[in-house]
Each structure stands twice: as C-alpha cells, then as structure tokens.
C-alpha cells in the first residue's frame, strides 16, 4: 500500500499566509517562505499553496511568493488560485510548482483540465474542488470563486467527469468542514472514492490526531490537508505521523 500523505497548506492573500473559518475572517498567520521553509523541516510530504484572492480579484497567482517558496522546499509543491489557462499553468510550472491546482476555471471551461493533462501530463492537473452540502437537496454541490459562488454541479458527478476529462488528482475541501476542527466529512470522501481511481486529498476539518486516522482507516483519500493545526502548533506533522504509523497506517518518517 502507498504511504499516506500528510500535506500542510498555504492559503495566502497579500502575500501573507491566512486562515479563517467556512472560507471567511481570514486571519494573518505569517510568511509563506518562513512557514513553507519549517514544514519542510518537520517532514511534511507535499506543501499546498493557494492564492485565495486572485480568481476574485481578477488577477494572476503571485508567481514570485510561489518562486521563493519552492526554493525553501523539496518536497511536491502543488499551486493553485487565479489559474485559468495553460499559460497560467506553464507560468507555475516554471516559477517551481510540481502540480497546478484549478477550481473556477475547470468549471467554466472543463476543456482546460484536458488540455492541461495533454500539454503538462495528468500528474501536473489537480482539480480543485470547494463543496458544500445542500439538505434541501440531499446532495453536495461544487462552489467556485473561493467558496463564494455556488453553481448547480453536483459534486459527486463533477469529480468524476473532471477525472474523465484528465486530472490525475482531486483536491476536495468540505465548506461545511473547514476550519472547524471537528474532523474530516467521511462521508463527502467515501461517497467520490467509490467514482474516481485517481489519488484523494481531502481537506476541512482536522483538529485533532484521530481525525487523520480515521480519515485513512474509514475513506480511501490518500492525502489529508491541514492548514490551522499546524500553523499555531496545535499539532506538529511527526506527532501525526508517528501514531498513524502506530495504528497501522503506512507514512513516510
């Protein structure tokens, strides 16, 4: 069995990385380069660096935080925000990422994961994927814009034609989850595992070590993203990696 991925993550706006709560009251957490830089050192497996402000404020990714990053670490960068053709992808590629992270711009024209697998190869086209559940409607449905747009795509069908369409990746992160601590949405994750055979990162919610154990024992997910329990320490990647290993989990020490 592949070892499984404990992946911290990077929202930055303004040059500084953030973190809120269902998307909102963003709070400043520090330098990119810094905070990247000390995840490598506590062995980190992949690094996440999103640019949560760009597709809003209508402009390209910051190519030059993205650059200075990626010469902090070695380990799998993966970039995404503000993406929206193969330009913009090439332009990450080469300012250092490993992998390119879409959301808004796969869903308004799906051609572009195709393309992107095409011209950089699946491995390079992760499709990013903001969900939220609707009780209404008894479904999740995909949100765009970061997280301030919702669309009529349900989520479970969206995964599954986004991998159709080339990604060699999802990245799937519960609304209704994030930032709250409260654990991973099992359910959200065992529902898209059972449509798609490309690799699962699931991200929203972690607070606590048992919530990645039971993320990798309950759903097929291969990767579990965190971003506010790691920033302010209240969790270091050894100490999850260790008693993952303990329960039986495979990890990289």
């Not at 209240?234 to 993952?244: C, D, G, H």
Request: charged share 20%; aromatic share 6%; hydrophobic share 45%.
């Amino acid at each position: 069995m592949l070892a499984k991925r404990i992946i911290p993550c990077l929202d930055v706006a303004d040059g500084r990385v953030k973190k809120g709560v269902h998307f909102v009251n963003l709070k400043d957490v520090g330098d990119p380069v810094a905070i990247a830089a000390a995840y490598e050192k506590q062995g980190a497996d992949e690094l996440v660096f999103l640019d949560i402000t760009a597709t809003n404020e209508k402009r390209q990714t910051m190519s030059s935080v993205v650059e200075a990053v990626s010469k902090q670490v070695f380990m799998p960068l993966t970039v995404g925000g503000g993406i929206k053709n193969l330009a913009d992808m090439e332009r990450m590629l080469k300012a250092g990422a490993d992998k390119t992270a879409i959301n808004s711009a796969a869903v308004a024209n799906p051609a572009l994961i195709s393309q992107g697998a095409e011209w950089f190869g699946s491995q390079a086209v992760v499709v990013a994927i903001d969900v939220r559940w609707d009780p209404v409607a008894g479904k999740y449905f995909v949100y765009t814009h970061g997280g301030q747009q919702k669309t009529d795509l349900e989520a479970v069908a969206w995964a599954k034609k986004a991998v159709e369409l080339g990604a060699g990746e999802l990245l799937i992160t519960s609304m209704d989850c994030d930032g709250t601590k409260d654990g991973f949405d099992l359910k959200l994750y065992q529902t898209i595992g059972r449509v798609v055979n490309v690799p699962i990162i699931a991200s929203g919610g972690a607070g606590k070590i048992q919530d990645f154990v039971d993320v990798f024992e309950q759903t097929p997910v291969t990767g579990a993203l965190a971003a506010s329990v790691f920033h302010f320490k209240e969790l270091t990647i050894p100490q999850v990696k260790q008693m993952l290993a303990k329960k039986g989990v495979p990890v990289r020490q």
